[in-house]
């Protein structure tokens, strides 16, 4: 069974930085797509982007320039570091990951908590 755990978020003002970690138990991030998303208040969860087995990542037109994913391979981590923020990036960020295709599409029946990231002055 997969578990994952995201950490990191907090409250931003608009300009700053933060870095999320996603950690796994039950897979193996370097052998599969991980991919980021975020959900707002009353709208649906979307993809911020993700990196797959060979390292190559992709990202969503708009967080790209901003946001930078990466992965630990020796401690199994990912990593979404987030500069430039704006109020609009405000939501609850997650992880999760497996084949490239469901993880390009967050087709997964299971989350993590996520963490909240909250931009504002």
């Known amino acids: 069974q997969v578990q994952l755990v995201e950490s990191g978020g907090g409250l931003v003002q608009p300009g700053g930085s933060l870095r999320l970690s996603c950690a796994a138990s039950g897979l193996i991030f370097s052998r599969n797509a991980v991919g980021w998303y975020r959900q707002a208040p009353g709208k649906q969860r979307e993809v911020v982007g993700l990196?797959?087995?060979?390292?190559?990542?992709i990202y969503a037109d708009s967080v790209k320039g901003r946001f930078t994913i990466s992965r630990d391979n020796a401690k199994n981590t990912v990593y979404l570091r987030m500069n430039s923020l704006k109020p609009e990036d405000t939501a609850r960020y997650y992880c999760n990951g497996g084949d490239y295709y469901y993880t390009l599409r967050g087709d997964f029946t299971s989350w993590g908590q996520g963490t909240q990231v909250t931009v504002s002055s």
């Open positions: 990196i797959n087995s060979a390292g190559s990542t």
